[in-house]
């Protein structure tokens, strides 16, 4: 496992934009798949997106297409989520989680492939 540290998180009005960043302790992030996750009150915690290895694939929650776009940059050992156009439903807890396997081909979508998980970071849109 692998410990991660949220930032970015914060206050905005809709129509916002907003950078989450993710790093990783471990000298061995760029072999692993990254995904983001959100909690909003009395839900449950939800994908939001995801990102290969090799940063060659991505995918998205329908309910952030188009708006959000997750990057990583493995010579800094962190993973981004840029959400733009926020909207007041976007207010959750958000998350960062590593894929528990090395080099996945696919793009790491489903919650129980994640071993390694950060402490979060708020973001709150106000309308």
């Known amino acids: 496992q692998v410990q991660l540290v949220e930032s970015g998180g914060g206050l905005v009005q809709a129509g916002g934009s907003l950078r989450l960043s993710c790093q990783a302790s471990s000298s061995t992030f760029s072999s692993y798949g990254m995904g983001w996750f959100r909690q909003a009150p009395g839900k449950e915690r939800e994908f939001i997106a995801a990102?290969?290895?090799?940063?060659?694939?991505?995918r998205y929650a329908d309910s952030v297409k188009g708006r959000f776009t997750i990057s990583r940059d493995n010579t800094k050992n962190t993973v981004y989520l840029q959400m733009n156009r926020l909207k007041p439903e976007d207010t959750a807890v958000y998350y960062c989680?590593?894929?528990?396997?090395?080099?996945?081909?696919?793009?790491?979508?489903?919650?129980?492939?994640?071993?390694?998980w950060g402490q979060g970071t708020q973001v709150t849109v106000s309308s």
């Open positions: 990102i290969t290895w090799s940063g060659s694939g991505t």
């Open positions: 989680a590593a894929d528990g396997s090395p080099r996945r081909v696919a793009v790491p979508t489903i919650f129980q492939w994640f071993n390694s």
